[in-house]
């Protein structure tokens, strides 16, 4: 556990004389008396590598009888039968490094104590409003203690400002993490268009992911996964996936599991009978194209949009080629032309969440990228039916390539690049 107790330690040196308080995340009832699956909040998982809910840490610098407390359920032997293991009060110390431990259902009565004569107190305000009344509740407890002496926190700041910025630089066992989780990604898309033929239903697609995922260990999918093919793939976040898959269309996949808590977020675009058309592949061409003028950005020191304005200029300039827009190029990207048909950004922070924590702007400008930082680079083209200024040659057409890739001291490395993505190499997969 000694990397998340250095974790531990660099956030309590920028703490001063102050108490975080960090709660998992809480359980969500599906139905009647069944659970959805739980996972850890991320914060709170970053910093003890603890799984199981009903759990808080409180990290203490300079506490007598230890800096980093666990929360947590009691051992239980009769409800463990029917719900699983515990760590308890034993293992919260023995297996996760706490220095104390406390029972979760005790919280209200000692954390109080725990908040007395300290200036401030971290905490990720407005994430979980149950919690935030309940902080709220013991800070004026300790409050009410004031004409004995006892003095109670000034100031709630916000843990993320610290915490945030340490998520977003990954170390080697984070990169490590995601790189695996990208190579069970890749292999499930390489599956995917092995396997994918005209009358299968996008749901048959999805299952072949669930199934890589599980078997190569993975707890789940990072995120509800995307299978849409030939109109469906212009609906950008579309998660329906029950569609037959039709001869002549395009499959969008957008699908990647999670590996110990750190996410893989690979998108690829194919033919559902394995050959591109003419206007499927020149569009694509335009996409890929456009991905790469993002991905030759990547490196430490360049401003965050600097990959977004790249992509947008070759994809502008593609659409201007194949008649979709008619216009000068710079003028059709100052007025914004191009997001007719590309209405998103080129990326996004990538870490324990898919869409990670992170600033990315730092006083109202840009920030430069840094070593360690790992993105998605993520352009597409979605040409709807019904366009009536366009030729319905390019109608439903719905393409995105998406790659996640880590920031060196010497430029870039593609994390997942084992999934196949030139027009020739798909179509020889699909072969």
């Known amino acids: 556990m000694s990397i998340f107790a250095k974790r531990r330690h660099e956030v309590m040196q920028l703490m001063g004389d102050g108490v975080a308080i960090i ?52 051992r239980d032997p009769e409800k463990e039968i029917w719900d699983g293991r515990r760590a308890g009060l034993e293992g919260a110390c023995e297996q996760y490094g706490a220095d104390d431990a406390f029972p979760f259902s005790d919280i209200d009565e000692i954390l109080p104590g725990l908040l007395e004569n300290r200036d401030k107190v971290f905490y990720c305000m407005g994430a979980n409003p149950g919690f935030d009344n309940r902080l709220m509740t013991w800070v004026n407890e300790v409050r009410s203690k004031a004409r004995t002496g006892i003095s109670a926190p000034a100031e709630i700041l916000d843990l993320g400002h610290i915490l945030h910025e340490m998520r977003l630089v990954k170390h080697s066992e984070e990169k490590a993490l995601t790189r695996k989780a990208c190579k069970v990604s890749a292999k499930a898309h390489v599956r995917a268009m092995q396997e994918c033929r005209p009358g299968m239903n996008e ?6 992911f669930l199934h890589e995922f599980r078997r190569a260990g993975s707890e789940s999918a990072a995120y509800p996964s ?6 469906n793939a212009c609906i950008l976040h579309y998660t329906e996936n029950n569609a037959e898959l039709h001869d002549g269309d395009l499959l969008l996949i957008d699908a990647g599991c999670e590996m110990d808590g750190y996410a893989a977020d690979i998108s690829r675009t194919f ?25 030759d950005c990547l490196k430490p020191g ?20 194949h008649g979709l827009l008619k216009g000068a190029v710079d003028d059709l990207i100052e007025e914004g032309k191009y997001r007719r048909f590309y209405m998103h950004r080129t990326g996004h922070w990538l870490g ?22 790992i993105l998605t680079v993520e352009p597409g083209l979605y040409v709807s039916a019904g366009e009536e200024d366009i030729d319905e040659r390019w ?20 994390l997942s690049s084992d999934a196949p993505k030139q027009a020739d190499d798909i179509e020889q997969v699909m072969r």
Request: aromatic share 10%.
């Open 271 to 295: 033919p559902v009978n394995g050959t591109f058309s003419g206007e499927q592949r020149a569009l694509y061409e335009v996409v890929l194209n456009a991905q790469q003028a993002a991905i």
């Open 302 to 321: 360049v401003s965050w949009n600097a990959p977004h304005d790249a992509a947008v200029r070759v994809l502008t300039e593609g659409l201007v080629e």
């Open 226 to 231: 995307i299978v849409a093919g030939g109109e």
């Open 352 to 373: 324990m969440d898919v869409h990670d924590v992170g600033d990315y702007k730092v006083d109202s400008k840009w920030r430069e990228l840094e070593s360690g930082m």
């Open 395 to 414: 109608w439903n057409i719905g393409i995105r390539i998406e790659d996640d890739v880590a920031i060196t001291s010497r430029g870039c490395d593609v």
């Open 23 to 74: 709660p998992t995340a809480g359980e969500s009832l599906r139905n009647g008396d069944v659970h959805f699956p739980f996972r850890a909040a991320s914060d709170f998982y970053y910093l003890t590598h603890f799984p199981e809910p009903e759990a808080v840490a409180v990290l203490i610098p300079g506490r007598e009888h230890g800096e980093f407390i666990l929360f947590c359920r009691e």
């Open 203 to 208: 749901y048959e697609i999805e299952s072949i």
